[in-house]
């Protein structure tokens, strides 16, 4: 019963996705922001953005802007209700998953949702914009955290639909998640290294 009813649903959303496609730059806004609030759609964000910059190279900065815009707002979206609603929005996730996650953007501030913003399914970026609500990071920090890693994120996208056509969803589901991962850990690394030569010119003066 609960298997039909996924199915049925999952089915219900195709279609919705289907029908956006149609409009295109209103429906991919309308698809990014639906799938970063709380309806998952089959056909994501990137996908789109690869078919309509596939088809039309010379408008594909404005698809990937429009993708992040309508991100953004989805995200923003679901950061305030969680923002309302307190823990009982983190209730589907586990302690350790909740507690991994305040960790990192406790210690990594606004660069620990700009990464999670790179990286594919099946990592919970979900959670990051929800703990980040549920704790009441600073907003302004994290809009900028978004806007950074989806525009990054798009734009990547769209250049890879730009170069390989439609070949680029393949490519893209091959070697993403990787290419992400990579991503996430020169920027970490990065920001290491800028907190190590910050505190050293301070250690030297406490030393004096």
Known sequence: ???????????????ISDFLIAF?????????LLDSTFVPLPSSADALVIVLSAAAPRWMVLYALTATAG???GCWILYRVSRRAGRRALARFSPAKQQRVKNWIDRYDALAVAVACLLPPPFPFKLFVITA????????RFVIAIVAG????FLLVGYF???FGDEARELLARYY?????VLAVLIVCGF???????????SVVDSA
Do not use: E, Y
Not at 5 to 15: A, D, E, H, T, Y
Not at 24 to 32: K, M, Q, R, S, Y
Not at 150 to 153: D, E, G, L, Q
């Open 177 to 181: 998640p990787w290419l992400g991962l």
């Open 150 to 153: 989806r525009a990054f994120r």
């Open 161 to 163: 639909a730009v170069q």
């Open 71 to 73: 991100s953004v707002l």
């Open 1 to 15: 019963m609960v298997l039909g009813f996924i199915l049925k649903l999952s089915n219900v959303l195709g279609r």
């Open 192 to 202: 290491v290294v800028r907190s190590l030569i910050k505190r050293k010119p301070q």
């Open 133 to 140: 609500g549920v704790f009441r990071f600073n907003v302004t």
């Open 24 to 32: 295109g730059p209103a429906g991919l806004f309308t698809v990014a």
